[in-house]
């Protein structure tokens, strides 16, 4: 059930393997994968992440030694406590005892997508040892218990609340970055990309069209589109395209058909694919929400 979250080595006292409570992400692109695990008389977790990673201890009173990126700290968590591990901060934790931990990992593209939707562009996640979300100890507790019983409520609900909790983390979680970090792109151009994107949805969208908008070549707009927002043009084009769709079947008003004209999709069978690929769902299943 491990071998998901590959970059992780864990242990504990006696050098085996932790026992697994759940360990998944339900169908669909949600970008977040949830692992809970019991450690038997003490616990060793060390990584250098390609996600971000946010612990929550469930056991009260464990004594833990740790380190992040250079800095350490000693200390004993609440139940309930998270620490925060951004993508590429080396890492290591340590107790002295039985515990049971939850992780919840985030694909850095989808948390870049979640700022720039959020008007946060670029925001940074901060390095923690140990405080208190309640809100988002809720929701890991929720993904936890979805993924340990098969996903009952299906991939809908898992994207909202894996949603939720990527959210939670950008409000409360960030840094702000007052100046624009060089190679990203900036909140205006982002915005006038996406003003251009929703106003022709309908026609063909061309990587040139919007590297000129953003004043680069389309090699360089590129790499520095992907750098921002977490995933290339094309398929932030796509997203875009969806986003709408997904309106519109909702609203019930339009057929499949016609809702693929309207926002640029192939045809009717090229939407629904892009409808199971990201949210794991047919179109039937929206349109009855």
């Given at each position: 059930?491990f ?5 992780l ?5 006696d ?34 992440p390609?996600?971000?990673h ?5 056991t009260?009173g464990a004594?833990f030694?740790c380190r992040?990126?250079g800095?350490?700290?000693?200390h004993k968590s609440?139940?309930?406590s ?16 039985s515990?049971?931990?939850i992780l919840v ?6 948390f870049?997508?979640?700022a ?8 940074k996640l ?19 218990l979805?993924?340990?019983?098969g996903?009952?409520n ?9 949603g939720?909790?990527?959210n ?7 840094s702000?970055?007052?100046?624009l970090?060089?190679g990203?792109?900036?909140?205006d ?15 063909p ?9 953003a004043g ?14 977490g ?7 796509v ?6 769709a997904l ?20 045809d009717?069978?090229h939407?629904?694919r892009?409808?199971?690929?990201v ?8 349109a009855?929400?």
């Amino acid at each position: 059930m491990f071998k998901q979250v590959s970059e992780l080595s864990m242990a504990q006292t006696d050098e085996g393997s932790p026992t697994a409570v759940a360990a998944g992400s339900a169908p669909g692109e949600s970008g977040v994968f949830v692992l809970s695990a019991r450690f038997k008389g003490g616990l060793h977790i060390s990584a250098t992440p390609r996600r971000h990673h946010v612990y929550f201890q469930l056991t009260p009173g464990a004594h833990f030694e740790c380190r992040i990126a250079g800095q350490v700290s000693s200390h004993k968590s609440m139940a309930g406590s998270l620490a925060i591990c951004p993508a590429g901060a080396d890492y290591a934790a340590d107790a002295d005892n039985s515990v049971e931990a939850i992780l919840v990992a985030i694909e850095p593209g989808q948390f870049a997508l979640a700022a720039a939707e959020g008007s946060a562009l670029n925001a940074k996640l901060v390095e923690r040892f140990s405080g208190c979300d309640q809100m988002l100890f809720d929701f890991a507790r929720g993904l936890a218990l979805e993924s340990a019983s098969g996903y009952p409520n299906g991939p809908l609900f898992w994207n909202g609340v894996a949603g939720a909790f990527v959210n939670g983390l950008l409000v409360r979680h960030t840094s702000k970055l007052e100046n624009l970090v060089r190679g990203k792109l900036g909140k205006d151009v982002l915005g006038r990309l996406r003003d251009y994107v929703v106003a022709h949805l309908d026609e063909p969208i061309a990587v040139g069209a919007l590297a000129k908008i953003a004043g680069r070549s389309p090699f360089h707009f590129t790499r520095v589109f992907n750098r921002s927002v977490g995933m290339t043009p094309y398929r932030y084009v796509v997203h875009l395209r969806l986003r709408r769709a997904l309106e519109l079947v909702r609203d019930g008003r339009h057929g499949l058909a016609e809702i693929a004209a309207i926002t640029g999709f192939a045809d009717q069978s090229h939407l629904s694919r892009w409808i199971r690929r990201v949210h794991g769902v047919p179109p039937t299943e929206l349109a009855a929400l």
